[in-house]
């Protein structure tokens, strides 16, 4: 297992869209094994293939407390089957959008179809901070970045204060 390299904004990568995944092997899974190994180094709660320069529609995360357990759960070939009328905003951050965090307003609770680590077929209903995440990671298959969701002028600062640390960083 490995820590694989988080791409940030404005990577052009971060803005394809993920394709299908055919089948569950071994291959897929020694990636999703490393797409966890990198979240929990970053440290994050969710990551979409993309983000480490894979873009196929898988997705890793864990929303265990710190008191708790790791409960690694995997999303491949997710879909959302419904969405509530009822909306909710909540702050929301990414690793490739390192530092920025802003409110953003989702469909408060979501049905989900996917298959796990297995290739099982899953369905569940999603709400809380489960239905924020698997929202903005399944955007990031789409090729959406929180930032999008945000004013213009919000969007560009953030990209341009990204852009700006990583210089600083390769300058030191
Ligand atoms: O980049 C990503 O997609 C991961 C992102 C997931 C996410 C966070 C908040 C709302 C929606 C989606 C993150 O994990 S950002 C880091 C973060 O939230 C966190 C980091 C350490 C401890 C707790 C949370
Ligand atoms: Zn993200």
């Known amino acids: 297992m490995a820590v694989r390299p988080i791409l940030t904004v404005p990577d052009p990568v971060l803005k394809q869209v993920s394709t299908p995944v055919e089948s ?30 894979a873009p196929i529609r898988v997705i890793v995360m864990d929303l265990a407390r710190e ?14 089957t419904w969405a509530s009328e009822e909306m909710a905003v909540r702050e929301e951050g990414c690793l490739s959008v390192p530092e920025i965090y802003d409110e953003v307003e989702r469909p408060a609770r979501v049905g989900l179809k996917y298959q796990d680590y297995t290739g099982a077929q899953i369905e569940e ?20 970045l929180f930032i999008d969701h945000l004013s213009r002028l919000k969007r560009s600062r953030a990209i341009a204060k990204v852009k700006k640390a990583a210089k600083d960083a390769q300058a030191a």
Do not use: S
């Not at 990636?31 to 320069?53: F, K, S």
């Not at 209903?125 to 959406?144: F, K, R, T």
């Open 24 to 53: 569950v092997d071994d291959e897929l899974r020694a990636l999703m094994d490393d797409m966890l190994d990198t979240m929990y180094a970053a440290p994050g709660i969710g990551l979409a293939a993309v983000q480490v320069g």
């Open 125 to 144: 209903d999603a709400e809380g901070l489960l239905a924020v995440c698997i929202q903005h990671e399944m955007d990031h298959l789409n090729g959406v």
């Open 67 to 80: 008191d708790e357990p790791p409960q690694p759960r995997y999303f491949v070939n997710p879909e959302i």
